[in-house]
């Protein structure tokens, strides 16, 4: 590999976070109903995973359904709760085969016991693959993930297993959902809002912010690969300055 090549590679994000939004806009300018638009974003998620596979991207957290999207009109949850349904029992076995390992993020309790059911057996099915960690937040908000985390602290504290000096930034990461994977390095959001909308508050503080104008069924590599590009040529500086990075063997204060 040539050295270009090489950085090229380094640069590829490990973590891609990614809001998929645009699918009942899609629907309404096809004067179509809007769970059409989430049907053919069903489809456009495989070509992200796709993608992910194909450029060697570890981990994928996937937005599909917030805290706050419960509150949408009652037939639009009711579909987008089947649809969620029909997709786990359709999609894991190809998932699995392809060495994705899949979890689920957010509040639990909220779904129904056969959406809980196959959540749990998806995860304990592909518990051994590594290829692609792909992570679907459902009924998450990133207060609810810092809320339950602290909670988790307090338990602690109150039981005299931890001592309150010791809840630091260490101790909440542990506490919040994808501790266990590097936090993301590239966010997407399409559907040409620019915002976070409640998704992962603690994990993006030094994540690098991309969106599009696209709406998410309209989905393609080329979409995927300028997101990446741009992504390459960035500088994360952490705080640091330009010339601490060039010169990494400088001391640095932490
Ligand atoms: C994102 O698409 C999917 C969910 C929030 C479930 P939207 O349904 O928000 O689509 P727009 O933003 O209304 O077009
Ligand atoms: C964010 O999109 C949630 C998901 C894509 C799952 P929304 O459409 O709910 O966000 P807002 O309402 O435009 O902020
Ligand atoms: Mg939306």
């Known amino acids: 590999m040539s050295s270009e090549s090489t950085i090229a590679a380094a640069r590829v994000p490990r973590h891609l976070a990614v809001i998929m939004d645009g699918n009942g806009r899609w629907a309404e300018r096809r004067r179509r109903p809007r769970i059409i638009g989430h049907r053919a974003g069903a489809r456009a998620v495989n070509v ?22 419960w509150g949408r009109p009652e037939e639009e949850v009711g579909g987008l709760m089947k649809l969620f349904l029909g997709a786990l029992e359709r999609e894991v076995d190809e998932l699995d085969r392809r060495g994705v390992r899949i979890r689920f993020i957010g509040d639990r309790s909220r779904f129904s016991e056969a959406i809980r059911r196959q959540m749990a057996s998806a995860e304990d099915r592909t518990r051994a693959n590594s290829r692609l960690h792909l992570t ?47 936090p993301p390095d590239l966010f997407i959001r399409t559907g040409g809002e620019t915002r976070i909308s409640n998704f992962l508050l603690w994990q993006i503080a030094y994540t690098e912010l991309w969106f599009t104008d696209l709406l998410w069924p309209e989905l393609d590599v080329a979409t995927l690969q300028r997101a990446l590009d741009d992504y390459a040529a960035r500088e994360r500086r952490f705080g640091l300055t330009g010339a601490q990075l060039a010169a990494p063997t400088q001391e640095t204060t932490e």
């Open 48 to 69: 992200c995973i796709d993608f992910c596979l194909e450029r060697g991207i570890q981990a994928l957290t996937l937005f599909a359904f917030s805290s706050e999207n």
């Open 136 to 182: 679907i937040a459902a009924s998450y908000g990133g207060r609810w993930d810092i809320t339950q985390a602290a909670r988790s602290l307090a338990e602690d504290v109150a039981a005299g297993r931890l001592a309150p000096e010791d809840v630091d930034e260490a101790a909440i990461a542990s506490r919040t959902c994808l501790a266990e994977l590097p």
